[in-house]
C-alpha cells in the first residue's frame, strides 16, 4: 500500500468516525447532561427508577416515558445464568455501559460492594464505573463473605469518603447504602446509624433496602432529610408511588423484581409444555409485531 492510499484510507475512517460522533451527538444527550438531570432529579418530588437487565428492557423503559433507570446486579446475574454477586467487575462494567451507550436517561449503576473491600481500591472501582457514563452509583456496606458479611462502620464509612472523593469532579451522584436489615443482621436503629454516618461521609442519597413497613420507611426518610433517599420495592407490600411521595421518598426502585417478573412468565410456560405438553401461557407473551415495531429502528 503506498503512502497516499494509505492516507486516503485514514481519511475515510476518520470521516466515519466523525460522522458517527455528529450523529450520536446531534441526538443523545451528552454525559454531563444526563448526570445534571439525574440530580435535578433528586431535589423535588418523588420518581420511580425501574431496573432493567439488557439494552432491550431498558430500553423499552425509556420508552413508556420513566425518567431515569438503575442496573439490576441480580437481574443481570440471572441471565448470565449466574447468583446474584457472581458477576465479575469487568463484565458488570461492561454491562452498564452497554445500557447507558443504549439510552438516553439517566442510568444509575447497582455497583454492588464497589468489588473491593480496601477503600483505596473502591474509589478506583468506582471511577472506572463513573467511565462508563453513569449518572449515579450505589456503594453497599456488605460483603460477599459468609463470616462476616456487613463491614464494620469504621471501614464502611472509609469506603464512602474515599468513593465520595474518588467521583468529586465527575457529578456523579453517589448512593450509600446500608444493606444490615436485609442481610439480618442489623435492627433499625443500627441501618440509622450507618446511613447517618454514609450521609455525612458525602453520600447523596441514601438506600436502606428490605424495610416493608410504612413507619420504618418514614423513619429512614427522616433521618438522613434534608438528603434523598431510595426505597426498594420488589413485590406488592402494600404501597403506591403516591405513598412513598407522601412518606417523603425521592426515589423508588424495583430492584430484581421486574427481572423476576419476566423469569416467573418464562418458567411457568416452560414448566406447562415439559409437565402438560400444553402451551395456555403463552396467551401473555408480548406480541412478535409489537416488539418488532419497538426495536425495528
Known amino acids: 500500500m503506498d503512502t497516499n492510499e494509505h492516507e486516503f484510507i485514514s481519511l475515510q475512517t476518520n470521516l466515519r468516525v466523525y460522522s458517527c ?3 450520536v451527538n446531534s441526538v443523545m444527550k451528552s454525559i454531563e447532561e444526563k448526570r445534571r438531570e439525574f440530580r435535578r432529579l ?3 418530588g418523588c420518581f420511580a427508577i425501574p431496573n432493567p437487565w439488557d439494552i432491550g428492557t431498558a430500553r423499552y423503559l425509556q420508552h413508556l416515558g420513566f425518567k431515569a433507570i438503575a442496573t439490576t446486579s441480580a437481574g443481570f446475574a440471572f441471565s448470565r445464568g449466574l447468583s446474584d454477586g457472581a458477576v465479575k467487575r469487568d463484565d458488570m462494567l461492561a454491562h452498564i455501559k452497554e445500557l447507558v451507550d443504549a439510552t438516553d436517561i439517566p442510568v444509575n449503576a ?3 460492594n464497589g468489588y473491593a473491600d480496601d477503600p483505596n481500591w ?6 472506572l464505573c463513573a467511565d462508563t457514563g453513569v449518572a449515579g452509583l450505589s456503594i453497599e456496606d456488605a460483603a460477599d463473605r459468609k463470616e462476616s458479611p456487613l463491614y464494620d462502620v469504621d471501614l464502611a464509612v472509609e469506603r464512602i469518603h474515599a468513593v465520595r472523593e474518588a467521583l468529586h469532579d465527575t457529578g456523579v451522584l ?3 447504602r446500608a444493606e444490615g436489615f436485609l442481610v439480618g443482621r442489623e435492627n433499625i436503629d443500627q441501618v440509622i446509624k450507618r446511613l447517618v454516618a454514609y450521609s455525612e461521609a458525602g453520600a ?3 438506600y436502606a433496602p428490605g424495610f416493608k413497613e410504612r413507619d420504618h420507611i418514614k423513619a429512614i426518610i427522616e433521618c438522613v432529610a434534608p438528603k434523598p433517599s431510595n426505597i426498594l420495592i420488589g413485590g406488592p407490600i402494600g404501597l403506591t408511588m403516591k405513598d412513598c411521595a407522601s412518606l417523603g421518598a425521592r426515589r423508588v426502585s424495583v430492584g430484581g423484581a421486574f427481572a423476576r417478573a419476566a423469569w416467573g412468565g418464562f418458567i411457568r410456560s416452560a414448566k406447562e409444555l415439559v ?3 400444553s402451551f395456555d401461557e403463552l396467551k401473555n407473551a408480548t406480541p412478535y409485531d409489537e416488539l418488532q415495531e419497538l426495536f425495528n429502528h
Open 21 to 23: 460522533v455528529f450523529v
Open 42 to 44: 433528586h431535589e423535588s
Open 110 to 112: 447497582d455497583f454492588e
Open 122 to 127: 473502591v474509589a478506583e472501582n468506582a471511577r
Open 174 to 176: 453517589l448512593v450509600g
Open 204 to 206: 447523596d442519597c441514601l
Open 275 to 277: 409437565e402438560k405438553g
